[in-house]
């Protein structure tokens, strides 16, 4: 999963940055206002960790325009900030939750977890789909209850697909999804294909498959 860190400061944002990617999320950054609103106007994130007071503009200014362009992010504001005002602006605004600075990065990675599990997996951490579970906290996928290997790429697919089953999934969405936002910049998108090919032989015996839109992208559907 994809989580845009947007904070200034830079050892702070590295250390974030490296306990999440121990987290095996996919982790992008923004360390001003700008940089930020361009990356969460373009891209989309399933966790923004939002400072409040940015060079060059507000955290709750760019937490306003993500709800007036209707985007669905979950967001966390971090911040020094420990205001009761501050705090309940940022919620009435759509933050889904409020950690004050300093605290702990277990902490953290603990609140990204239940917030993903509480908007993406109805609270719990599986997601089940005719004969298959994937297990998102142990990384694990089953069909009929014995484990498929997946490598961190497939599983990382795989997730993607089934939290959108039915749901046309172009190649650039998946591409930046996987692989971050600097995706859309490549030429073609044939290393999204080879993933894809790999994963359907080792999905063979699921009751689910993953079609092709020509042309455009791939969908997930039960057999």
């Excluded at 990617?21 to 994130?45: C, G, H, P, R």
């Excluded at 919620?91 to 603990?110: I, M, R, V």
Aim: aromatic residues 8%; negative net charge.
């Amino acid at each position: 999963m994809k989580i845009l860190i947007i904070e200034d400061e830079q050892q702070l944002l590295k250390s974030i940055e490296q306990s999440l990617k121990k987290e095996n999320f996919l982790v992008e950054t923004a360390s001003d206002y700008d940089q930020a609103i361009e990356k969460v106007l373009i891209y989309n994130y399933e966790c923004i960790l939002l400072d409040i007071m940015l060079p060059k503009g507000n955290g709750l200014d760019l937490l306003n325009r993500l709800k007036k362009e209707g985007k669905s992010e979950n967001v966390i504001i971090i911040s020094a900030r420990d205001s009761l005002d501050d705090k309940l602006t940022g919620l009435e605004l759509g933050a889904d939750d409020y950690l004050t600075k300093p605290f702990h990065l277990a902490e953290l990675n603990a609140r990204i977890k239940a917030v993903l599990r509480r908007k993406e997996l109805n609270g719990g951490s599986t997601l089940s789909i005719a004969n298959t579970e994937l297990d998102f906290d142990k990384r694990l996928f089953l069909v009929n209850g014995e484990s498929i290997s997946l490598n961190r790429k497939e599983f990382d697919i795989l997730s993607y697909f089934m939290l959108n089953k039915n749901r046309l999934v172009t190649k650039s969405a998946l591409a930046e999804h996987v692989w971050g936002d600097h995706a859309d910049n490549a030429d073609n998108f044939d290393f999204v294909y080879y993933q894809i090919k790999n994963l359907r032989k080792k999905i063979q015996s699921a009751d689910i498959t993953i079609e092709s839109i020509y042309g455009i992208g791939y969908k997930l559907v039960e057999l």
